[in-house]
């Protein structure tokens, strides 16, 4: 779980500055951002991240087959793989005496899923911080995320991320941005591990680790479903609209096609 930060310190309400949006409350002292179509192209993700994972992860296993941390994941994987149905005709064949070859193959098929437990997670965790640390990958960001990120923490609240990929992969993406280094400016980041993201307890539970009211959040978004169970929660609710994403679900609430929008 992510440690809980230390609470924002209450501020004077600013004004609005005349002829700007103003998406969010004034009340608001945390800004919760999903990532991908939010903060982040969804290309980044499918047509980058995921081909990267798919083509390096047998080299990376076999280099670093003799790593306890290694060997620790793929039986993890192989407990996993045991909970499957066994008669899928798509779920690839575990041999006992090829695990890193067992693990690769079902590692593939869970990503093809879009299943991702603990295990997987945490050997893809792996995988993209050697990738980011030799520069093989950066962390693609929208133009309007570093200047928003810079303003809001100057209005002293504190940016936090909720997505399903997980706080290493967040964490790993902001740091090696195509904006520099994000890192400074976020406060925590949260994965499933607090919940689904289209599930209200979830975001009760962030507003907890964060130690504030739920309405003094403000979750940022471009999935409906998600910010109807942030707002059910009590949180304020942003939809995100970005050019060449497309909306899924009903909204009734504030939308933004720019974080320029939001506290400007």
């Known amino acids: 779980m992510p440690s809980r930060p230390n609470k924002p310190k ?53 280099r670093h087959e003799e790593d306890p941390t290694i060997g620790a994941d793929v039986e993890s994987l192989r407990k996993q793989y045991l909970t499957e149905d066994q008669d899928d005709p798509d779920l690839p064949v ?10 690769v193959g079902y590692m ?19 995988i993209l911080a050697e990738a980011y640390a030799k520069g093989h990958l950066r962390g693609a960001v929208y133009p309007d995320v570093r200047p928003a990120l810079e303003r809001w ?5 504190a940016n936090c991320i909720f997505s399903s990929g997980s706080v ?27 919940g689904e993201k ?5 975001y009760r539970r962030i507003a907890q680790e964060l130690g504030t009211a739920a309405r003094e959040v403000l979750f940022v978004s471009d999935v409906a479903a998600e910010l109807h169970a942030a707002r ?17 679900g009903s909204w009734d609430g504030r939308k933004v096609r720019s974080f320029d929008e939001i506290f400007p």
């Not at 949006?21 to 004034?26: K, L, T, V």
């Not at 992969?169 to 400016?185: C, I, K, V, W």
Request: glycine share 6%; with cysteine.
């Open 94 to 103: 575990w041999n006992k005496h090829m695990p890193i070859n067992s693990s």
């Open 198 to 202: 289209k599930e209200t307890k979830s």
């Open 10 to 62: 209450s501020r004077l309400t600013k004004k609005k500055r005349p002829g700007k949006r103003n998406a969010g409350p004034s009340a608001t002292r945390i800004i919760l951002l999903d990532i991908e179509g939010t903060t982040t192209p969804p290309e980044y993700v499918h047509d980058v991240v995921y081909p990267f994972l798919l083509e390096n992860m047998r080299d990376f296993m076999l």
């Open 232 to 248: 059910a929660a009590g949180m304020e609710t942003v939809l995100c609209i970005r050019g060449g994403t497309h909306l899924t």
């Open 168 to 194: 290493i992969e967040q964490r790993l993406l902001f740091a090696n941005s195509t904006a520099g280094d994000l890192s400074p400016f976020l406060r925590a980041y949260f994965d499933t591990l607090v």
């Open 153 to 157: 923490v100057r209005q002293t609240r």
């Open 108 to 126: 593939g098929w869970l990503m093809l899923k879009s299943n991702s437990p603990t295990a997987l997670k945490a050997l893809q965790g792996r």
